[in-house]
């Protein structure tokens, strides 16, 4: 007797799901057209394509350790903390939700564009991070560190990060 009624309510769910989905209600009413979403960004590897020696030099840390290097996250610190970078890949998502986070916590704000992807900075006190857009998904570079100019660095690992893609 389970079986049968197992049986019976997945025959339900699945002729509930494909009358869900047909977007047809019988009612002959006109349905509303959606564009297509972006399409997905190039391939942007680990770590955005660069390596760890390639940070350092760029950041001008020379002493930070990489943390964490996964597809979508990378991390790198000194050993007291003080030194930060970090890239994370955003597939899908929107970058407008990273810019209105970074404006609520105070950053000032700045447009920044590299190879005709529009983006942001977002910096305060020994801090710059941004973010390029790439089709329907972005990608974000931090850097924080006492007597640094990051910004400077941020621009240069985007642009490698964008150089070195594949899409």
Known sequence: ?????????????AALLATACSGDDGAGEA????????????FLGECGGLTDDEVRQI???????????NGIKCRWESQ???????????????IERE???AKVSGKDMGD???DGHPGFTANDTQLCQGA?????????????????EP?????????????????
């Open 31 to 42: 349905t509303t057209t959606r564009s297509a979403p972006a399409a997905s960004g190039a």
């Open 80 to 94: 007291s903390g003080e030194l930060r970078v970090m890239f994370t890949w955003y597939r899908g998502s929107p």
């Open 59 to 69: 950041t001008g840390f020379p002493n930070l350790v990489a943390y964490a290097r």
């Open 132 to 148: 390029v857009q790439d089709g329907a998904d972005f990608f974000h570079w931090l850097i924080a560190g006492p007597g640094a």
């Open 112 to 114: 920044l564009e590299i």
């Open 99 to 101: 810019r209105t986070v």
């Open 151 to 167: 910004c400077d660095a941020l621009r240069t690992l985007a642009g490698l990060t964008l150089e070195r893609s594949r899409g």
């Open 1 to 13: 007797m389970k079986r049968i009624v197992h049986a019976a309510g997945l025959t339900l769910v």
